[in-house]
């Protein structure tokens, strides 16, 4: 028999360490008792998990692109949902396109071909659970951007980086691989459940984002506790949305646990505050009212947030499944960033990983 897992790419990423903590902690709460059988998680990465893990959590270090390991994979795990983390940022995919293309698409491809082929194996659909982000989202100027109102799923999806390009076009095989896909031949009403959810900028107490083009956020934050001066790469009134990683995370599980007849989308915006550059350094400032906050603005990664809109509209999400953020911008600074950020800069005590089960 082989085992039941919930499988996590991308699992050594920022937003996959949060995850595996969190469905680790989650499954404690909800099944408290020792004989229960805990939620099996395999989690894949080129890189190794920095922190201990738990004990449901099988890591396999490795590519989504090595079509020989995720053979391997299906033949030792009965895989029951995906959550498909791995990619390249926005501004890393800029330097590296055909990297890009590589993992971000034909990576997708690649699992969702094991997807399809696990529900027909299962016959029950797997859930895909994909995060794509406001790239997809191509404003063409300035004017446009500041009087657009917050942004719908469906307006402006005109993306210019090789990120964004990459992200909608996988929403859309997405959606050609549950809703089309074979369904002629086999006569399935589906042959996977896809669900994808749109991320603003996300910033994380715990981990430094890599290669992406809303990293200045989390970096003017992680800089400041370290008593490090900061030259913010966009100029002060770019505006993007952000979330804290709580929320991702709750968002990306939320999303997978609501009912499929609940769903009238696959793919939905969700947000939580919006900031311009200089009123996130202000925040910044308030608790670190000595940090050196300047800003050197580089002409591609500033034009590239600039195409972004400065806000989402994520009724939908909210009228579907719920949705809602814990953390407004307040509350985000002041509960979960700067405290945990303190913490692991200047106590030097251990940093939890995990958030609490509430
Ligand atoms: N955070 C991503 C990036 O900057 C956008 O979703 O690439």
Redesign the pocket.
């Known amino acids: 028999m082989r085992a039941k897992v919930s499988l996590i790419t991308g699992a050594a990423g920022e937003v996959g360490q949060a995850l595996i903590q969190r469905l680790s902690t989650d499954y404690a709460c909800e099944q408290p008792t020792a004989a229960a059988t805990p939620r099996q998680i395999l989690a894949l990465d080129l890189n190794p998990l920095p922190t201990a893990l738990p004990a449901n959590v099988h890591q396999v270090q490795g590519s989504i692109l090595d079509t020989g390991l995720l053979d391997r994979l299906v033949s030792e795990y009965e895989i029951e949902e995906i959550y498909h983390l791995a990619a390249l940022?926005?501004?890393r995919a800029e330097f590296s396109p055909d990297a890009a293309h590589r993992v971000n698409v034909e990576g997708t491809l690649a699992l969702l071909h094991l997807a399809a082929q696990q529900s027909e194996w299962r016959n029950e659909p797997v859930r895909f659970i994909f995060p794509s982000?406001?790239?997809v989202f191509g404003l063409p100027d300035q004017k446009t951007k500041a009087t657009a109102p917050r942004v719908r799923e469906w307006e402006w999806n005109y993306p210019t980086t090789m990120?964004g390009c990459n992200k909608l076009y996988c929403e859309l095989l997405g959606v050609y691989f549950s809703r089309h896909y074979r369904q002629l031949a086999a006569d399935r009403p589906t042959s996977l459940d896809f669900r994808a959810v749109r991320?603003?900028?996300?910033v994380s107490a715990f981990t430094i984002?890599s290669?992406?083009?809303?990293?200045y956020g989390p970096e003017m934050l992680h800089a400041a506790a370290q008593r490090k001066p900061y030259a913010c790469f966009v100029r002060e009134d770019v505006r993007i949305p952000f979330m804290a990683m709580p929320d991702a995370v709750k968002a990306l599980i939320d999303l997978a646990r609501a009912p499929q007849e609940a769903l009238s989308r696959p793919v939905y915006n969700v947000t939580s505050f919006s900031l311009s550059a200089a009123e996130f350094r202000d925040h910044v400032l308030r608790h670190f009212p000595d940090a050196q906050i300047g800003f050197a603005p580089d002409l591609k990664r500033q034009q590239i947030v600039e195409t972004w809109p400065a806000d989402l509209d994520d009724s939908t999400a909210r009228r579907d499944w719920a949705w809602h953020p814990d953390y407004d911008v307040d509350r985000a600074f002041a509960e979960y960033l700067v405290p945990n950020i303190r913490r692991r800069y200047e106590v030097g005590v251990p940093v939890p990983t995990g958030d609490n089960c509430a």
């Open positions: 940022l926005s501004t982000s406001i790239a990120y991320f603003p900028g996300l984002p290669g992406g083009t809303s990293d």
